[in-house]
């Protein structure tokens, strides 16, 4: 078992549980978008970003194990703005129908905090 600490609560998880999953398995919430267990576990959205302590940038918490003695907090003070600027980056680079030619026009630009 391993024990981790998220949004200030104590908790103990199997070895190779995400973030995500130890979260979901006590009843704390973190949005996430392209998470689907078994086929889709690479992180891209980053809507489940959360901040790490210890660590600079934000980890998604969909594809990232939890490690023995990790303080995590969700939502970050940070983290909602940088997920806003990854979702809208990633749907800006898709097409809005299937009848639509060319990249969507929105702009891309990553905040500062990204």
């Given at each position: 078992m391993v024990n981790v600490?998220?949004?200030d609560k104590a908790i103990q998880v199997p070895e190779g549980t995400t973030i995500l999953e130890a979260a979901q398995m006590n009843h704390i919430a973190i949005p996430h978008l392209c998470f689907l267990k078994g086929?889709?576990?690479?992180g891209a959205c980053r809507v489940c970003a959360v901040e790490v302590e210890g660590l600079e940038k934000l980890v998604p918490a969909c594809n990232n194990a939890a490690e023995e003695g990790m303080v995590i907090r969700t939502p970050p003070r940070f983290a909602r703005p940088a997920a806003s600027?990854?979702?809208?980056?990633?749907?800006?680079t898709t097409r809005a129908a299937p009848?639509?030619?060319g990249p969507a026009t929105a702009p891309c630009r990553p905040s500062p905090t990204t």
């Open positions: 600490t998220i949004n086929l889709n576990e690479i600027t990854w979702s809208s980056c990633s749907l800006s009848n639509v030619r």
